[in-house]
């Protein structure tokens, strides 16, 4: 680490690379404002990490239309100036706040400050995201056939962590064709059967 915090692991990530090259200054201000507030800085995901004490407080990362500042615990702060945004509608705990230009971070700079420090108070009040049950997840057509044809595929499907289960019931429903869920079920069973998740 540099006196400043900065970890050098990350220059890389900072002044190299598509992501870097499109939002240099954003992600510059963005660093400078994050490291203000005392986090230590690590390359997770191959991007900015921000940590407390080893547990994830925000990310930085870019997109094609924006860059953004991403909440792991962003479901729990209060949002008093409605700028947080769920990225779809699966995603529980996360939340991010978007720009698009450097003008808008450096004015905003306050109450990203405020935001960042209520995420480091919930983490060390210890709040936990309350999420949905894995059986509240609907169970698409196409996969529940495949379970019940294959007793092997559903004792390997119930083996999973309930974070491996989610990640599959959700891949499994997003398609509105069912040819496709079809085709994504097929691929996906000797994985499951392997006792491996969707990114494994």
Same mark, same amino acid.
């Given at each position: 680490m540099t006196h400043d915090g900065r970890n050098p692991r990350l220059d890389g990530f900072f002044l190299k690379g598509e992501e870097a090259n499109r939002w240099q200054e954003e992600f510059g201000a963005l660093?400078?404002?994050?490291? /203000?507030?005392h986090l230590t800085e690590e390359l997770k995901w191959m991007h900015p990490c921000y940590t407390l004490d080893g547990k994830n407080i925000v990310l930085i990362h870019g997109f094609r239309d924006y860059c953004? $500042?991403? #909440? #792991?615990?962003?479901?729990?702060?209060? /949002?008093?100036?409605?700028?947080l945004v769920r990225q779809t509608e699966n995603v529980q705990a996360e939340r991010q706040v978007r720009f698009?230009? $450097?003008?808008?971070?450096?004015?905003?700079?306050?109450?990203?400050?405020?935001y960042i420090r209520e995420a480091i108070a919930v983490e060390k009040a210890g709040l936990q995201v309350e999420y949905k049950k894995t059986t509240s997840f609907t169970i698409p057509d196409e996969f529940q056939s495949q379970l019940d044809a294959?007793?092997?595929?559903?004792?390997?499907f119930d083996a999973l962590t309930p974070g491996r289960q989610?990640?599959?019931?959700?891949? #499994?429903?997003?398609?509105?064709?069912?040819?496709?869920?079809?085709?994504? $079920?097929?691929?996906? $069973?000797?994985?499951?059967?392997?006792?491996?998740?969707? /990114? /494994?």
């Open positions: 660093r400078r404002i994050i490291l /203000d507030c953004a $500042v991403l #909440f #792991f615990k962003g479901a729990l702060l209060q /949002d008093p100036h409605g700028i698009t230009h $450097v003008r808008e971070i450096i004015a905003m700079e306050s109450v990203l400050n405020e294959m007793p092997a595929l559903k004792t390997a989610r990640a599959y019931l959700l891949y #499994f429903s997003q398609p509105k064709q069912s040819k496709t869920r079809l085709a994504r $079920v097929a691929k996906c $069973v000797p994985q499951i059967l392997a006792g491996k998740g969707l /990114d /494994d």
